[in-house]
Nanobody, 120 residues
C-alpha cells in the first residue's frame, strides 16, 4: 500500500524558517513529487513540484523564499521555507503522482497535511 509520510511544520514568527519533509513508500514508480498548501477558506494551491517531465516548478513568488529538493533514491521531497510571512499560514500537503504497481495507472496521492502557522 502506497504511503506518504510528512514531517516538519509547526509555528514560527514572521521572518523565520521551517522545513517540511515527505517520504513516499511502496510506489512502483513516481513521476512527480511536490507540495501544495491550503489556507483557511481558500482552495488548495501549488507551492512547488518536481517532475521528471517538467523539472522544477514554483508557484508565482514562491521561488524567492522557498526551495524544493527531491531525492529519487530515497523517494523524499523536502520544502525549505525562509522569510516566512503570516500569509504563508496554511496546511501544507505532500503530493505525489505515480504508479502504485506495475499494472496500475498513474494517479495523484496526498499526504495527511501538516500545519504551518506564522505569527506576526
Amino acid at each position: 500500500q502506497v504511503q506518504l509520510v510528512e514531517s516538519g511544520g509547526g509555528a514560527v514568527q514572521a521572518g523565520g524558517s521551517l522545513r517540511l519533509s515527505c517520504e513516499a513508500s511502496n510506489f512502483f514508480r513516481i513521476n512527480t513529487m511536490g507540495w501544495y498548501r491550503q489556507a483557511p477558506g481558500k482552495e488548495r494551491r501549488l507551492v512547488a513540484r518536481v517532475s521528471s517531465r517538467d523539472g522544477t516548478v514554483y508557484a508565482d513568488s514562491m521561488e524567492d523564499r522557498f526551495t524544493i529538493y527531491r531525492d529519487d533514491a530515497e523517494s523524499t521531497v523536502e520544502l525549505r521555507m525562509n522569510s516566512l510571512e503570516p500569509e504563508d499560514t496554511a496546511v501544507y500537503y505532500c503530493y505525489t503522482n505515480g504508479y502504485a504497481g506495475v499494472y496500475d495507472l498513474a494517479r495523484d496521492y496526498w499526504g495527511q497535511g501538516t500545519q504551518v502557522t506564522v505569527s506576526s
